[in-house]
């Protein structure tokens, strides 16, 4: 089967880094703005409101895959992601880390080699994919890690965590809403978020390509950072700090160019194709992917990735005022405790 005409594709490169060109443009702003039908077990989001462009069953079906690997460019964005972390300064005794398989065991072995001694909670959706993270991430019996390091959890922290790190989740999420206010539940108040997505100029040359060809989307619409912003505030997040950067990977071939693509995600627009294509439309393909090589390329492809970087502080609860209010001692306590605690780590 081919799934070419159904992927929107980020890249997963398959050879050495230091084989890999690669070019960037970083344009850094902060914000301060008011399962799947293969897996009948998971459950299909009922969100109060969908993104416009994704399919939930689509959506489903992605998250039920079981990834053989953490694509290359998900541990490129992770390890850029965890450098902005040395300007963090509450060190978290409990963090949180949402689907690594995808997002990045690479990154795993960073976050956990800067809070050695802080327990760490493992989150994936499916028992599967638990299994296979905890097999991969927790130290052999003999390893002296074992028995002097932090326990490693799989599943929820049972009270809220200082930290949670989601790399390169949201913009493949049916409802992104929901799950920016599941991050918000699992975070303690003053609690860190730190996320990384796509950006709306992924892929710009592909859903251009598509265009002019008169073929259906070729990827759903990536939400732009703002709008991010903006979604975190509504969940409760205290004055989000976004930034982006635009990546040009490069490949040799067209056929190089889907297989490499096809390990980061599919087309989940509501009116991608519907059925196979057949083997002139993939030829036609190739040969219209082939014009993406520029003059002074040394004909390699290019396309371009807009990466969406973002951090977060959950607000402390705020006491209602009107026009009389009462609160307990406890409640004053607990306030006062808070703010103390807000002044220490500050």
């Not at 959506?59 to 895959?65: E, G, L, Q, T, V």
């Not at 390509?209 to 732009?224: C, K, R």
Request: hydrophobic content about 45%.
């Amino acid at each position: 089967m081919l799934w070419a005409g159904q992927a929107w594709h980020t890249a997963h490169w398959l050879g050495r880094r230091r084989d890999i060109p690669w070019s960037s443009w970083r344009n850094t702003e902060p914000i301060y703005s008011g399962r799947a039908l293969a897996h009948p077990s998971l459950p299909i989001p009922m969100p109060s409101q969908l993104p416009p462009t994704i399919a939930p069953r689509a959506a489903a079906r992605w998250a039920a895959r079981l990834p053989a690997t953490s694509p290359w460019l998900h541990e490129e964005v992770a390890r850029r992601m965890e450098e902005r972390l040395q300007w963090m300064t509450l060190q978290p005794r409990r963090w949180v880390h949402w689907e690594p398989l995808l997002g990045g065991l690479g990154a795993h072995a960073l976050l956990a080699a800067r809070y050695p001694t802080s327990e760490c909670f493992v989150v994936l959706a499916l028992a599967e994919h638990a299994r296979v993270a905890h097999k991969l991430i927790a130290s052999p019996w003999w390893h002296p890690k074992r028995w002097t390091a932090p326990k490693l959890n799989i599943g929820t922290p049972d009270t809220p965590a200082q930290m949670l790190w989601a790399n390169m989740a949201l913009h493949m999420a049916a409802d992104p809403q929901a799950l920016i206010a599941q991050w918000h539940r699992l975070l303690e108040p003053t609690g860190f978020l730190m996320f990384s997505c796509l950006g709306p100029d992924t892929l710009r040359e592909i859903r251009s390509l598509y265009s002019v060809m008169g073929w259906p989307p070729a990827s759903h619409a990536f939400t732009d950072m703002h709008d991010w912003g903006d979604m975190l505030v509504q969940a409760g997040f205290s004055e989000p700090v976004m930034d982006m950067e635009r990546i040009t990977l490069t490949f040799a071939t067209p056929e190089r160019l889907l297989v490499e693509l096809r390990e980061l995600g599919r087309n989940l627009h509501p009116q991608r194709f519907g059925a196979l294509r057949g083997r002139g439309w993939y030829a036609q393909l190739l040969s219209r992917l082939a014009t993406l090589a520029q003059p002074d390329s040394d004909g390699q492809l290019r396309l371009t990735f807009e990466v969406v970087y973002g951090h977060a502080f959950k607000a402390p609860p705020r006491m209602a005022v009107g026009p009389e209010t009462r609160v307990s001692l406890d409640e004053m306590r607990a306030t006062l405790r808070q703010v103390k605690k807000n002044d220490a780590s500050g």
